[in-house]
């Protein structure tokens, strides 16, 4: 069973960045897919960026925007999102699973475990 907890949301202007947090807590967390998700107000949550020990995925709206990494010593899975758009406001959540990454990401199979999210609003 994974906990996650998110942080690094925030109001930025667009062109801006952001780097959000998702600590991981729970026996063997790093051999589950930890991902990114995101909802717009009126919208379904939808996969952003999602990494396992050896893949990662990327919705192709944030390809070359968006990077995600981990500090295993940390137990920390980041995104750092540079030049937003406001299309990138939403929730975004943390979400762990044991699949593989593309299905997890692509919504094939949603996460079995999800943080609390954190808002990211862009906005001139």
């Known amino acids: 069973q994974l906990q996650l907890v998110e942080s690094g949301g925030g109001l930025v202007q667009p062109g801006g960045s952001l780097r959000l947090s998702c600590v991981v807590s729970g026996f063997g967390w790093d051999l589950y897919v930890i991902g990114w998700f995101r909802q717009a107000p009126g919208k379904e949550r939808e996969g952003v960026s999602c990494?396992?020990?050896?893949?990662?995925y990327y919705a192709d709206s944030v390809k070359g925007r968006f990077t995600i990494s981990r500090d295993v010593a940390k137990n920390t899975v980041y995104l750092q999102m540079d030049s937003l758009k406001p299309e990138d406001t939403g929730v975004y959540y943390c979400g762990g699973d044991k699949g593989y990454v593309d299905n997890v990401c692509s919504g094939r199979r949603p996460p079995d475990y999800w943080g609390q999210g954190t808002q990211v609003t862009v906005t001139s």
């Open positions: 990494m396992s020990r050896d893949d990662t």
